[in-house]
């Protein structure tokens, strides 16, 4: 494996970061404080064919690679947690899934709208009573005739509000549990489809999430997405990728705190010498750095082994479930670092603390990630 990247890479890589340092950066603490989806960035978003990355320059995407797409998720959520989120979850949730499992007709229908930003997909999986238990949903789809009516209440919703279009996943044989499932694209707009409200979180603030109701809701068998009863396999797959985004989130929110305790740490001065003078700090800072870095060749290891093609399960698990965790404690060290003025909004590390914290929940909480490596350990063992 070579950990060196193209020149393209490095291109599209620094091409992301001077557009957040122009376009994101300065608008962060706004966007959090108004707690605002900051729509006036889409479009600027989709000029750099952010919104399609990997979905084919067929359907008007970038065709880009998976390493591809973790280097820029890494650059935006050292920018703005929220910004990035919008991203990872526009491409890897539900344009991911009509790319998947989607017919040509579909594919037709929604990529090429997806990528150029027209509208932002949302992806329907969670709902109030089941989380990680997918056996648990409660959302249904029955079939009459040739048309399916969906009934049930979606949360925790990504572009819930502000999405044009999303994928539904909904029980059509509940006595099969969660490999009962079918996933329905709905656009915005059917009748009995609409989001009931605006959840509040904790942090990511200019990220739009909200909970979604569907009330007797008819769509034609042309809008099911993949075989009846597929869903929740389709699922597993577009949730393995997930989870490398979810990582690369991580990574970047985490450098973002290094970043900034950085640059703190040779500014202020305490006992007549810059704090990164003092050894405490200094051990500090490293142990970011090192539990970083580690997280992000995870990452990158879990991606290149998903564009050679192979399923990574164990790699996905491994480099969410790390990459979590390393920005958690890497957003803590850095409010110690800050003192008292970290626990202020001042300055952004309070904001990178909140926005990672989502980091050990979505995509499968870090005690699913424990599941299911141990679950792998007791099959196969050590790879």
């Not at 109030?128 to 919703?157: E, H």
């Not at 405490?280 to 090192?290: E, K, N, R, S």
Request: glycine share 10%; aromatic share 6%; with cysteine.
């Amino acid at each position: 494996m070579n950990f060196e990247l193209s020149e393209d890479q490095e291109i599209l890589r620094n091409t992301v970061r001077e557009f957040c340092a122009k376009e994101v950066i300065p608008m962060a603490r706004q966007w959090d404080e108004e707690e605002r989806f900051p729509s006036e960035i889409i479009p600027k978003l989709a000029e750099l064919n952010l919104l399609g990355m990997m979905v084919s320059e067929e359907y008007g995407g970038a065709g880009m690679s998976l390493v591809d797409y973790v280097l820029v998720i890494e650059e935006l959520a050292r920018a703005d947690g929220s910004v990035c989120l919008t991203v990872a979850s526009h491409n890897s949730l539900c344009t991911a899934h009509i790319n998947l499992a989607g017919t040509p007709a579909q594919k037709k229908k929604y990529l090429p709208r997806l990528a150029r930003g027209e509208i932002l997909g949302a992806w329907g999986l969670t709902e109030p009573g089941s989380g990680s238990d997918a056996a648990a949903a409660r959302t249904t789809a029955v079939k009459r005739g040739d048309r399916w009516i969906l009934n049930g209440q979606k949360t925790f919703i990504t572009q819930g509000s502000v999405g044009g279009v999303c994928v539904i996943m909904a029980s059509t044989s509940p006595e099969k549990r969660q490999r009962g499932l079918t996933a329905f694209i709905v656009d915005k707009g059917t009748k009995g489809f609409r989001a009931s409200r605006k959840i509040e979180k904790m942090g990511l603030h200019a990220s739009d999430t909200a909970e979604l109701v569907l009330e007797d809701v008819e769509v034609g068998d042309e809008q099911r997405l993949g075989d009846v009863d597929a869903g929740f396999r389709d699922t597993l797959r577009i949730l393995e990728r997930g989870r490398i985004g979810v990582a690369s989130m991580a990574v970047g929110l985490g450098r973002g705190a290094l970043e900034e305790a950085t640059k703190y740490s040779k500014e202020r001065i305490q006992f007549d010498v810059p704090l990164a003078k003092h050894q405490a700090i200094q051990f500090m800072l490293a142990d970011m750095a090192t539990e970083l870095d580690a997280a992000r060749l995870l990452t990158w290891r879990a991606a290149w082994l998903q564009d050679q093609g192979q399923r990574t399960p164990l790699e996905a698990s491994h480099a969410k479930l790390w990459a979590a965790q390393v920005a958690m404690r890497a957003c803590d060290k850095a409010i110690q670092i800050h003192g008292g003025y970290g626990y202020t909004r001042e300055f952004p590390v309070e904001r990178y603390l909140r926005d990672a914290k989502l980091c050990e929940i979505g995509e499968g909480t870090n005690e699913v990630q424990r599941m299911l490596i141990a679950r792998h350990l007791s099959a196969q063992g050590l790879p």
